[in-house]
């Protein structure tokens, strides 16, 4: 019996145990979703090279080993079952996975959309100002309106952008990404499927903090232009005496 405490199988391609003829990666750990060629079928021994019962003995003939994985090759070192070795073994993506993703990088700069509606407020501040304080101003400004529909919008695009990259990792062989549903932080600011998904990648394939750091930084500036839009809002109401100076 195979020693299930000692060290697993290196990395690298084996049949895969589901049975199919492919080949399939193993990354030293676990089994990938990364499926390769198809693995070569094994040669039967021949009938007449397999030892046979003398005439009138009672003995079951013996039979070759057979292969491990159906029809195809066996390996050696190939791994005995699916499982991870051991209670929380690290898992890793296969030798030259990229953690980056076209949508990784979509959701790392969307914050840009609202660095650009920012400033656009700030450049047409007084005026925002004077149409709001107006006897007859409606309710909300066009402008309110607009940047109420641009933060709907990029909370949209946020989730779509999360989905499709946590399915792109998994199609690139990442074991058990950070999961996408953590994206609907995004409704409260918070970029917890940023954080967690760039972690959670880095301890897969080693590295992956880029599109964290560039958003956490957009994320800032996004903060304190919204501040800047604060203080500059209390004093434009100040100055227009709707409330006195203490």
Excluded: C
């Amino acid at each position: 019996m195979t020693d299930v405490n000692s060290s697993p199988p290196p990395a690298g391609w084996y049949p895969d145990p589901a049975g199919s003829n492919r080949t399939r990666w193993w990354n030293g750990f676990a089994w990938s979703d990364t499926y390769g060629e198809p693995a070569p079928a094994a040669s039967t021994p021949a009938a007449s090279e397999s030892p046979t019962a003398a005439p009138g003995s009672t003995q079951a003939p013996a039979h070759a080993s057979a292969p491990a994985y159906g029809n195809s090759p066996v390996y050696g070192n190939a791994p005995a079952y699916a499982p991870s070795y051991g209670a929380g073994a690290e898992q890793k993506a296969p030798a030259g996975t990229s953690p980056y993703t076209p949508f990784i990088w979509m959701l790392a700069l969307l914050p840009v959309v609202g660095l650009i509606d920012a400033a656009v407020t700030l450049s047409t501040f007084d005026r925002i100002v004077t149409e709001a304080l107006a006897p007859d101003a409606p309710p909300f400004t066009p402008q309110q309106l607009i940047s109420g529909a641009i933060s709907w919008i990029v909370i949209g695009l946020s989730v779509l952008f999360g989905i499709l990259d946590w399915r792109a990792l998994k199609k690139a062989g990442v074991p058990n990404p950070f999961h996408w549903a953590w994206i609907f932080f995004a409704v409260i600011g918070a970029p917890v499927y940023m954080i967690g998904r760039s972690v959670v990648v880095r301890r897969r394939v080693g590295s992956g903090l880029a599109p964290m750091i560039v958003n956490l930084a957009l994320v800032v500036a996004s903060f304190v232009l919204g501040i800047v839009a604060a203080v500059l809002a209390v004093g434009s109401v100040f100055d227009s005496g709707l409330i006195p100076p203490v």
